[in-house]
């Protein structure tokens, strides 16, 4: 029987065989599946911030919310979970929601939450099969780890499958 696991903003989890996993409300987040194809086990995190630097020395760090720390967290628990080292990803989000006359000191978040992850795929030596990032609309996205096929909803739009 397939089950949706739904995952919240800042968060992630790892689920397998029959299962989709699922997040809402990707603005400038961006939603990474790792996946592996052989034992149908995977995570999906909903990412909200590229890196944790500014954050260190809080009580209150939530790793979940940043790319540098959730990834390698979700990686090890998906491996943990009996997975191969035949790992791939997908993403999708990483837009840029709302329009400022001056770049903020900050950047565009939605483009340097995309970099990160890219980045931290390719020291892990992760390749990433697919993505749908960018723009300005906000999406949502569904991930069934029995097919592998990751369903994007962009608001307002068609469905999208990567």
Same mark, same amino acid.
């Given at each position: ?16 065989? @029959? ?12 939603? +990474? ?12 995190? =909903?990412?909200m911030l590229p890196d944790s630097q500014l954050f260190q020395g809080r009580k209150d760090l @939530?790793? $979940? ?10 990686? =090890? ?5 009996? *997975?191969?080292?035949?790992l791939v990803a997908k993403i999708a989000g990483g837009a840029s929601m709302f329009q400022f006359?001056?770049? *903020?000191?900050?950047?565009?978040? #939605?483009?340097?939450?995309? @970099? ?9 030596? +992760?390749?990433?099969?697919?993505? =749908?990032? #960018?723009? &300005?609309? #906000? ?16 608001? &307002?739009? $068609?469905?999208?499958?990567?």
């Amino acid at each position: 029987m397939e089950n949706i696991v739904k995952v919240g903003i800042s968060d992630y989890k790892i689920a397998q065989g @029959k299962n989709k996993l699922m997040t809402l409300g990707l603005g400038s987040c961006v939603a +990474i599946v790792i996946y592996d194809p052989a034992k149908k086990i995977g995570g999906l995190s =909903h990412i909200m911030l590229p890196d944790s630097q500014l954050f260190q020395g809080r009580k209150d760090l @939530k790793i $979940e919310k940043f790319a540098d720390l959730a990834i390698p967290v979700m990686i =090890h628990e998906i491996r943990k979970a009996g *997975s191969t080292k035949n790992l791939v990803a997908k993403i999708a989000g990483g837009a840029s929601m709302f329009q400022f006359s001056e770049v *903020s000191k900050l950047g565009n978040i #939605g483009d340097r939450n995309v @970099k990160m992850v890219t980045d931290i795929l390719k020291q892990w030596q +992760i390749p990433l099969i697919s993505s =749908h990032t #960018g723009g &300005n609309i #906000g999406r949502s996205v569904t991930f069934d780890l029995d097919t592998a096929k990751m369903e994007v909803k962009m608001v &307002n739009r $068609e469905k999208f499958e990567i």
